[in-house]
């Protein structure tokens, strides 16, 4: 391990923050982490927006329903992708897990939260005046982490396989 896998195997999604505020510069930080993630023939077909006003924070986590620890993060990144682009999708998920992991660097706790194909993702473009050409595709809550997270991951040998699937070490 070196530390920057030690980032990425010490993440765990965590939906209880701290009312600790997290300074402008981190969170700059994490958006330019996000923009420099690599995109199918590098697009960058998406727009961040940082929420950290505390109402529209509220208002988003009433929109899901399922996320109410949206409410109580220090900032929530809202991730869109320009769904007319091919690979929005696998381009918006690269983004979102590198501010996640930008965050985990920066000693901040996220839980990402689904935003494609949830009925709420068209009401939270809305809420935060985007353009309709883009739509929802995560959303990223952050804080200073009040619980630790453990949930169970498959092992190695379950979920991996060298050259082809079934040889003699299998
Ligand atoms: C595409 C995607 C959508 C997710 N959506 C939600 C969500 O809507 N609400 C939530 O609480 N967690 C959500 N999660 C977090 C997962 O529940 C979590 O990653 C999983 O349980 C594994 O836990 P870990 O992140 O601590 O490793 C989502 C994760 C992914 C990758």
Not at 34 to 44: C, D
Not at 86 to 106: K, R
Request: some cysteine.
């Amino acid at each position: 391990m070196n530390v920057g896998t030690m980032t990425i195997k010490s993440r765990r999604s965590v939906r209880k923050y701290r009312p600790t505020k997290i300074p402008p510069y981190v969170i700059q930080d994490v958006l330019d982490c996000g923009r420099l993630a690599p995109t199918a023939n590098n697009l960058q077909p998406w727009l961040f927006g940082a929420v950290t006003d505390r109402d529209l924070l509220r208002k988003i986590a009433d929109l899901t329903g399922s996320a109410p620890f949206i409410a109580d993060a220090a900032v929530c990144i809202a991730v869109f992708g320009r769904f007319g682009e091919t690979f929005y999708l696998e381009d918006c998920a690269a983004a979102t897990m590198n501010m996640i992991i930008a965050f985990q660097n920066h000693g901040l706790a996220t839980c990402w939260v689904a935003g494609d194909k949830k009925p709420y993702a068209e009401p939270v473009r809305e809420l935060l005046g985007v353009p309709p050409e883009y739509s929802l595709v995560s959303l990223i809550p952050a804080g200073a982490p009040a619980e630790v997270g453990n949930p169970p991951k498959k092992t190695l040998d379950e979920v991996t396989f060298q050259d082809r699937y079934g040889g003699k070490d299998r």
